[in-house]
């Protein structure tokens, strides 16, 4: 192969590689978001339906219930380190509204006996939370994005290593009416590791340029 002919096949596949990555990846803003942003002075995250696919050989290994408490704790995960993000972008002046602790979230959905908030309505959900949007969302992954689940897995069928693969899709939804203002999906490939920070400030690097409460 010449220089020219591999240069080309090099390129080539950057631009392909950048298509898929791109074509992976789904935007949906309200057209009034930013108005209806404006009223809003606290949002608060819930915990995200998490789901962990694993490969049969493993799934013999482990019960329903030990793969149920994993994936509650990756949807717990996933919550605290979108707060944990959200904080950030508050305390450096790039967030324009509250986000509830998510102590007092999860605490506040025991006390009303909601276990499955999939269940609900977003405009219930806000009610009872007290605020005035919610972001909820799913996680899917082939292998636990949290310290404590891959550890727990690990000690469980020996199934240690980076994720390959993980999808999460997370909307906004305004209180009372319930109406989707803003919907992300995004799907990344490759070794990960087993840090949920890096996976939430790896997907709302680009998405917060789009969401109406941040700079």
């Not at 390129?11 to 074509?23: C, I, K, R, Y």
């Not at 696919?53 to 509650?72: H, S």
């Not at 998510?102 to 405009?123: C, F, G, M, V, W």
């Amino acid at each position: 192969m010449s220089k020219i002919t591999f240069k080309l096949f090099i390129g080539l596949m950057v631009l392909l590689t950048g298509f898929s990555s791109n074509a992976q990846t789904n935007l949906f803003e309200h057209p009034d978001f930013e108005s209806i942003a404006k009223d809003h002075k606290k949002i608060a995250i819930i915990p995200f339906q998490a789901k962990v696919k694993l490969r049969p050989k493993q799934m013999k290994e482990i019960t329903v219930e030990d793969l149920k408490e994993l994936e509650k704790g990756e949807g717990l995960a996933i919550q605290s380190s979108m707060y944990s993000w959200f904080l950030k972008r508050k305390k450096r002046g790039d967030l324009f509204i509250d986000v509830q602790d998510p102590k007092r979230t999860n605490a506040l959905l025991y006390q009303n006996n909601i276990e499955d908030t999939a269940l609900h309505t977003s405009e219930e959900l806000a009610e009872i939370l007290g605020v005035d949007a919610v972001i909820s969302g799913n996680f899917e992954t082939d292998k636990p994005m949290s310290e404590g689940a891959s550890i727990a897995l690990g000690l469980l069928v020996g199934f240690w290593g980076t994720t390959n693969s993980a999808t999460i899709n997370m909307s906004v939804n305004n209180a009372g009416t319930g109406e989707l203002l803003w919907n992300y999906n995004k799907r990344v490939a490759g070794g990960l590791g087993s840090s949920t920070d890096q996976l939430i400030n790896k997907l709302m690097r680009k998405a917060s340029r789009r969401l109406a409460y941040t700079k």
